[in-house]
Every structure is written in C-alpha cells, then in structure tokens.
T-cell receptor, first 115, second 113 residues
Framework: GAVVSQHPSRVICKSGTSVKIECRSL??????MFWYRQFPKQSLMLMAT?????????EQGVEKDKFLINHASLTLSTLTVTSAHPEDSSFYICSAGGPGGSPLHFGNGTRLTVT | DAKTTQPPSMDCAEGRAANLPCNHSTISGNEYVYWYRQIHSQGPQYIIHGLKNNETNEMASLIITEDRKSSTLILPHATLRDTAVYYC??????????????FGKGTKLTVNP
C-alpha cells in the first residue's frame, strides 16, 4: 500500500530559529500533498495544500510567510517553520494521495517543541 | 464538504464488535464516506471507504444506509490496540490524489480488557 514517510519525528528548537520538516511518498508519485497541524486533544487542522511545481495553497488564517512549503519533486514536500515561537509547538502531519484517486495516506507526524 | 456527526466517545469490551456510527445527512450523490483512525501521537491511518454499497476489508466493515445519510464502521473483534480516535469524513474524490480531507472531532473509542 501507499507509504508516506515524515522526518524528523521529533524536533526541539530554540525560539527564533527555523525548522524544516520533510514529507516523502515512498512508493508513488504525489502531485499534491497536504500539511496539517494538531494541538493537544484537538483534531487535525488543515494548514495548506502543497502542489508540485507551483505555489502552495494556504487555508484561511495560516501565514504563508511563516510556514514555507516547497514541493520540488513528485515525491517530496517540505514545510519550514520560520522564526519559530513557543506557540508554534505542535504536532505537524503530512499526507499524500496515491494514484487513481486512492485514499490519502498520512505520515507519522513531527512533534515540534519550541523552547 | 458535507458535515459529519459522531459521538464524542464510546467504550467496547475486548473481543466484542465495536460499532461506530456517523451521521452525514447532507451528503451529496458523488461524495464518498471515508474512515480513518488516529492512535495517540501517530498520523491518521486509513481504514475503509465507500460510496453506496457496504464494504469490507481486513480491518473493518462499513455499512452505509440506503439513503446514505448515515453509516456505521464495524470492528468485528475489537482489541486493545484498536483504542483510538475514529474519524468519519465525507468527501468527493478528485483525480491524482488531490482530494483534501477535513477532519471533525471524531469518536474516541476505548477498548476495555
């Protein structure tokens, strides 16, 4: 089945620094990937849609200059949290769809802690 | 996308069937019903999806009512490892995997020994 790999699984960074999270589709090509954020005891919130070869589409209220998304190839999308602050601490999850309209599959998430 | 309504929590005894309901009364004709689950601190896991007919796979069965306004996910023999938050999502499929999923609050299923 379709496999989505996310790296790193955990990261701790200092306030003001930037953090990059990678999302890879391992056995299929994904022209579209999605990035979600999840705070404790809450549901997943869609942040943006990552489109291969073009600009990402951000959901309302998500700052595009803070959460930089790059989808440079059909198997890799990256999310960079710039100038991270403690309130950016969260669980970030990516997803991608396999070919032929098959269901979306999710990475195992990245736990970001900003100190 | 059509909204879904799920009970916030349910309990089930280990070894028994777990039946998780979902209401989607405003579902459109081309929208599928998807079920995912999320075990603590992991990414969501795809379980099953369907349009009109009942579906079964190695993980679960999906029963969709004839009017498609509600559905039930059935885990036939629940184990402790099935404890998770279960999400019912309604969405029209798009080509090339471009269909985004909007998550509600889901049902927290606790399987008890």
């Amino acid at each position: 089945g379709a496999v989505v790999s996310q790296h790193p699984s955990r990261v701790i960074c200092k306030s003001g620094t930037s953090v990059k999270i990678e999302c890879r589709s391992l056995d299929f090509q994904a022209t579209t990937m999605f990035w979600y954020r999840q705070f404790p005891k809450q549901s997943l919130m869609l942040m943006a849609t990552s489109n291969e070869g073009s600009k990402a589409t951000y959901e309302q209220g998500v700052e595009k200059d803070k959460f930089l998304i790059n989808h440079a190839s059909l198997t890799l999308s990256t999310l960079t949290v710039t100038s991270a602050h403690p309130e950016d601490s969260s669980f970030y999850i990516c997803s991608a769809g396999g070919p032929g309209g098959s269901p979306l599959h999710f990475g195992n998430g990245t736990r970001l802690t900003v100190t | 996308d059509a909204k879904t309504t799920q009970p916030p929590s349910m309990d089930c005894a280990e070894g028994r069937a777990a039946n998780l309901p979902c209401n989607h009364s405003t579902i459109s004709g081309n929208e599928y019903v998807y079920w995912y689950r999320q075990i603590h601190s992991q990414g969501p896991q795809y379980i099953i999806h369907g349009l009109k007919n009942n579906e079964t796979n190695e993980m679960a069965s999906l029963i969709i009512t004839e009017d498609r306004k509600s559905s039930t996910l059935i885990l036939p023999h629940a184990t402790l490892r099935d404890t998770a938050v279960y999400y019912c999502i309604v969405r029209a499929p798009a080509q090339g995997g471009s269909e985004k999923l909007v998550f509600g609050k889901g049902t927290k299923l606790t399987v008890n020994p």
